[in-house]
């Protein structure tokens, strides 16, 4: 079959608050204070969602006299219900930190030392466009990369390409969930956005692979999680790590790492072997059946319990399990999925084990979203960079999201100075040594740099390398583009506003972006001169009432979830080339690639060394949160896991300070063991985001290791650029060995 491959069209597709009651009557029934107080002192309520991680929990903000007193969830909010996590409740500490970035700043000494003087935001502004102007004219505008990252980045975002360069990269695609993207484009023609559509709540069956549902907590996700469990349904978790999830599980299945490929190709086995699949779904909505049947025939249990240390009849009795509960069968696509290099191929092997399920649009497996008319302004057509983008996307990999573009991809061509030199980068909202692999390759590209801005709320470490710093203000005290959640099970759209004006010197990035462009001369790129004028463009086609949104914070909608649902204006129900669910998939025969997904094996680790695995904690987000006063009160550090057998092999205990030591040489800082039989024997587990090496994060200061620090080596998905993360070794060394300890 001949299918003609369009990158732009395959991404295409992929009351008022605050209302008082008596205060004596409230009072008299013994409640702490009543609404709209806080003690003796009269407060409002601001409505807003939150950002100490990108879930954007609905949030109610007390304030009086310009403070922020408390935080609290909205009960408002469609998809958070009035529920807030730790990190939720812990934002005045952000707020308040002490080491926030409070004034513009200046480089006054070498790179990496740290040394800035203060200037105002005139010259801040000044400096920056005369800078831009001259690497424009010197090497054309595709010199400049933007590294973005999070909902306000989108203001950057327009800059930059209004500039004229194509160059612009976020972790959120090649470090986490581009693969699951791309995958699941192949084959139902969208891909699965954010929050995930995954009907928790309503599942027979929950399959989580590598999903640490309770440790990286979204708080609706997690409640969905529960009430499922509570209500009798079942749970499969594969991970080599006894995790929270894992706890609750019917079956724990501790695979071999790497091996997920192979487990799913004989789940599938079993499922068309045994005739357990959705037949009619199949039959009505998917082609390729005939490829798949014989492409997995030899792919039983008994051939993947070689391969994946998994007992045959496990794999056997789980597939077992699917067939039984099918479609209400929810397999988690995972969020971060860059794992091996062969991730794309993965989140496929998911993907299609969800269609033969019938999981895709049904009650209890995966959603589908509901569209939303929203407004745009009409702005002029962006600059075509007659040179193309530097990062790969599009052509070394052909599947790559020219949106959100190859982080990995842009390192490494400004450090070959190919195709063309990059002289500068902008980074907002993301550390690039923390959320990119290979670090020291990162510190190359930054020496080959003329100018780094950076606009960040904190002082995190690739401010020390900084030639221009720009405080913005944190998410309590800025607007943003509000939230449109096509993806939850009831859209909505959800508000960002400020609480409090800025504090300090401080400034929102919507105004930071606005004025550059003027500086600039890219006026008409900015068509609105307040953030109201901005909301009420988008909203215009929804008849939002906007005193209403900005009372509640979140305004609901009426979902259409499920296939039958469905509406004609909805478009396409499956928009592949077909028109049907591909479980063969002609594009990527197209390019190249194997179209259907096949088990390659990955490297084990060397003799004396563990494969380094990572993960979240419930009460941090990536390596943002460790300076926060309240969350490090309740997690300070992280741990290395290592299996009980394998401590006592290296005679190391519990609570005992240890170094780690990767593969290349790449050393740790003291990081304290935690001995548990809850992990596979050749694998160590460890937090990501901690290790801090800014000096000006006095809290988060070399307290724990980064993982990234021993992340040396990827290995790159061929089709999409994904970085490959859990491929690299570590060592234990004790103090006698490392050198480092005391």
């Given at each position: 079959?001949?299918?003609?491959?369009?990158?732009?069209?395959?991404?295409?597709?992929s009351?008022?608050?605050?209302?008082?009651a008596?205060?004596?009557?409230?009072?008299?029934?013994g409640?702490a204070h009543p609404?709209g107080?806080?003690?003796?002192?009269?407060?409002?309520?601001?409505?807003?969602?939150?950002?100490?991680c990108?879930?954007?929990?609905?949030?109610?903000?007390?304030?009086a006299?310009?403070?922020?007193?408390?935080?609290?969830?909205?009960?408002?909010?469609?998809l958070?219900?009035?529920?807030?996590?730790?990190?939720?409740?812990?934002?005045?500490?952000?707020?308040?930190d002490?080491?926030?970035l409070?004034?513009p700043?200046m480089r006054?000494g070498?790179r990496g030392?740290?040394?800035?003087r203060?200037?105002?935001?005139?010259?801040?502004?000044d400096f920056?466009?005369?800078?831009?102007?001259?690497?424009?004219?010197?090497?054309?505008?595709?010199s400049v990369?933007?590294?973005?990252?999070?909902?306000?980045?989108?203001?950057?975002?327009?800059l930059m390409?209004?500039?004229?360069?194509p160059n612009?990269?976020e972790?959120?695609?090649?470090q986490?969930r581009?693969p699951?993207?791309?995958?699941?484009?192949?084959?139902?023609?969208?891909?699965?956005?954010?929050?995930?559509?995954?009907?928790?709540?309503?599942s027979?069956?929950?399959?989580?692979?590598?999903?640490h549902?309770?440790?990286?907590i979204?708080?609706?996700?997690v409640?969905?999680?529960?009430?499922?469990?509570s209500?009798g349904?079942?749970?499969i978790v594969v991970?080599?790590?006894?995790?929270?999830?894992?706890?609750?599980?019917?079956?724990?299945?501790?695979?071999?790492?790497?091996?997920d490929?192979a487990?799913?190709?004989?789940?599938?086995?079993?499922?068309?072997?045994?005739?357990?699949y959705?037949?009619?779904?199949?039959a009505?909505y998917a082609?390729g059946?005939?490829?798949?049947?014989?492409?997995v025939?030899?792919f039983?249990?008994?051939?993947?319990?070689?391969?994946?240390?998994?007992?045959?009849?496990?794999?056997?009795a789980?597939?077992?399990?699917?067939?039984q509960?099918k479609p209400?069968v929810?397999l988690h696509?995972?969020?971060?999925a860059?794992?091996?290099?062969?991730?794309?191929q993965?989140?496929r092997?998911?993907?299609?084990?969800?269609a033969?399920?019938?999981?895709?649009?049904s009650k209890g497996?995966?959603?589908l979203p509901?569209p939303?008319?929203?407004?745009?302004?009409?702005?002029?057509?962006f600059?075509e960079?007659?040179?193309g983008?530097?990062d790969?996307?599009?052509t070394?990999?052909?599947l790559?999201?020219?949106?959100?573009?190859?982080?990995?991809g842009l390192v490494?061509?400004?450090?070959?100075?190919?195709?063309?030199?990059i002289?500068?980068?902008?980074?907002?909202g993301?550390?690039?040594l923390?959320?990119?692999?290979?670090r020291e390759?990162?510190?190359?590209?930054i020496?080959?740099?003329?100018?780094?801005v950076?606009v960040?709320?904190?002082?995190m470490e690739?401010?020390?390398?900084?030639?221009?710093?720009?405080?913005?203000a944190?998410?309590?005290e800025?607007y943003?583009?509000?939230?449109?959640a096509e993806?939850?099970k009831?859209?909505?759209i959800?508000l960002?506003q400020?609480?409090?004006?800025?504090l300090?010197?401080?400034?929102p990035?919507?105004?930071?972006a606005q004025?550059?462009a003027r500086?600039?001369?890219?006026?008409?790129?900015?068509?609105w001169?307040?953030?109201?004028?901005h909301?009420?463009?988008?909203?215009?086609?929804?008849?939002?009432n906007?005193?209403?949104?900005?009372?509640?914070g979140a305004?609901a909608?009426a979902?259409r979830p499920?296939?039958?649902?469905?509406l004609?204006e909805?478009?396409?129900?499956?928009?592949t080339e077909?028109g049907?669910?591909?479980?063969y998939s002609p594009l990527l025969?197209?390019?190249g690639?194997?179209?259907?997904?096949?088990y390659?094996p990955?490297?084990?680790p060397?003799l004396g060394f563990?494969?380094?695995?990572?993960g979240?904690?419930?009460?941090?987000?990536?390596?943002?949160?460790?300076n926060?006063a309240?969350l490090?009160?309740?997690?300070?550090?992280?741990e290395a896991?290592?299996n009980?057998?394998?401590?006592?092999?290296?005679?190391?205990?519990?609570?005992?300070?240890?170094?780690?030591?990767?593969q290349?040489?790449?050393?740790?800082?003291?990081i304290?063991?935690?001995?548990?039989?809850g992990?596979?024997?050749?694998c160590?587990?460890?937090?990501?985001?901690f290790?801090?090496?800014?000096r000006a994060l006095r809290?988060?200061?070399h307290?724990g290791?980064s993982?990234?620090?021993?992340?040396t080596?990827v290995?790159?998905d061929?089709?999409?650029g994904?970085?490959?993360?859990?491929?690299?070794?570590v060592?234990?060394l004790?103090?006698?060995?490392?050198?480092?300890m005391?």
């Amino acid at each position: 079959m001949s299918v003609k491959f369009n990158r732009r069209e395959f991404f295409r597709r992929s009351s008022a608050a605050g209302v008082v009651a008596g205060a004596g009557a409230i009072a008299a029934k013994g409640q702490a204070h009543p609404p709209g107080w806080a003690g003796t002192q009269r407060v409002e309520e601001i409505a807003t969602n939150c950002e100490m991680c990108f879930w954007r929990c609905g949030v109610l903000a007390e304030v009086a006299d310009g403070k922020v007193l408390k935080l609290s969830g909205n009960p408002a909010h469609p998809l958070t219900e009035g529920r807030l996590c730790a990190k939720g409740n812990a934002g005045t500490s952000l707020l308040y930190d002490p080491d926030r970035l409070k004034y513009p700043l200046m480089r006054a000494g070498q790179r990496g030392e740290g040394k800035f003087r203060r200037i105002t935001w005139n010259e801040a502004l000044d400096f920056f466009t005369a800078r831009l102007k001259e690497l424009k004219s010197k090497y054309g505008p595709e010199s400049v990369a933007l590294f973005p990252h999070g909902v306000a980045s989108t203001w950057f975002s327009t800059l930059m390409r209004a500039f004229g360069t194509p160059n612009a990269a976020e972790p959120a695609f090649a470090q986490c969930r581009g693969p699951r993207e791309v995958g699941y484009a192949l084959t139902f023609g969208q891909g699965l956005g954010s929050p995930e559509p995954v009907d928790l709540a309503e599942s027979k069956l929950i399959v989580l692979i590598g999903t640490h549902i309770g440790e990286n907590i979204f708080t609706s996700q997690v409640t969905a999680f529960a009430e499922a469990l509570s209500r009798g349904a079942k749970l499969i978790v594969v991970d080599p790590r006894f995790s929270t999830a894992a706890a609750k599980a019917d079956w724990w299945l501790p695979v071999r790492p790497g091996t997920d490929i192979a487990l799913l190709l004989a789940w599938i086995n079993v499922l068309i072997a045994e005739g357990i699949y959705d037949k009619d779904y199949i039959a009505r909505y998917a082609q390729g059946l005939p490829e798949l049947s014989s492409h997995v025939k030899e792919f039983t249990p008994e051939w993947a319990e070689t391969i994946t240390e998994l007992p045959a009849d496990k794999i056997r009795a789980t597939a077992h399990a699917m067939g039984q509960a099918k479609p209400a069968v929810a397999l988690h696509p995972g969020r971060h999925a860059t794992w091996y290099g062969d991730d794309t191929q993965r989140s496929r092997a998911m993907a299609i084990l969800t269609a033969l399920l019938g999981s895709w649009g049904s009650k209890g497996g995966i959603f589908l979203p509901t569209p939303l008319k929203t407004g745009k302004f009409s702005l002029p057509p962006f600059p075509e960079s007659k040179r193309g983008r530097a990062d790969g996307a599009g052509t070394r990999y052909p599947l790559a999201s020219e949106e959100q573009g190859v982080t990995n991809g842009l390192v490494d061509a400004t450090v070959a100075g190919k195709p063309y030199p990059i002289k500068a980068w902008v980074v907002y909202g993301q550390n690039v040594l923390e959320s990119i692999p290979r670090r020291e390759n990162t510190l190359r590209a930054i020496e080959q740099l003329d100018l780094l801005v950076v606009v960040d709320v904190l002082p995190m470490e690739q401010v020390n390398y900084a030639d221009l710093v720009l405080p913005e203000a944190t998410y309590l005290e800025r607007y943003d583009m509000p939230q449109i959640a096509e993806s939850a099970k009831t859209p909505y759209i959800a508000l960002r506003q400020p609480a409090i004006e800025p504090l300090y010197e401080s400034k929102p990035g919507w105004w930071i972006a606005q004025q550059m462009a003027r500086r600039l001369g890219l006026d008409d790129y900015f068509p609105w001169s307040t953030p109201e004028e901005h909301l009420k463009k988008l909203t215009e086609p929804m008849h939002v009432n906007l005193g209403e949104l900005r009372a509640k914070g979140a305004v609901a909608f009426a979902g259409r979830p499920y296939i039958e649902n469905r509406l004609r204006e909805d478009g396409p129900l499956f928009p592949t080339e077909s028109g049907k669910i591909e479980l063969y998939s002609p594009l990527l025969k197209q390019l190249g690639f194997d179209p259907l997904p096949r088990y390659v094996p990955v490297a084990d680790p060397p003799l004396g060394f563990f494969r380094l695995i990572y993960g979240r904690a419930p009460v941090h987000s990536f390596a943002r949160s460790q300076n926060n006063a309240v969350l490090d009160a309740l997690m300070s550090e992280n741990e290395a896991w290592i299996n009980t057998q394998a401590a006592r092999d290296l005679q190391v205990s519990e609570g005992q300070e240890v170094v780690l030591e990767n593969q290349d040489g790449a050393r740790s800082l003291p990081i304290k063991v935690r001995v548990t039989s809850g992990i596979r024997h050749d694998c160590l587990y460890m937090v990501h985001g901690f290790g801090h090496q800014s000096r000006a994060l006095r809290l988060a200061y070399h307290k724990g290791a980064s993982d990234t620090n021993l992340m040396t080596r990827v290995q790159v998905d061929p089709i999409m650029g994904g970085t490959g993360m859990r491929v690299n070794f570590v060592r234990v060394l004790t103090d006698l060995e490392s050198g480092q300890m005391g």
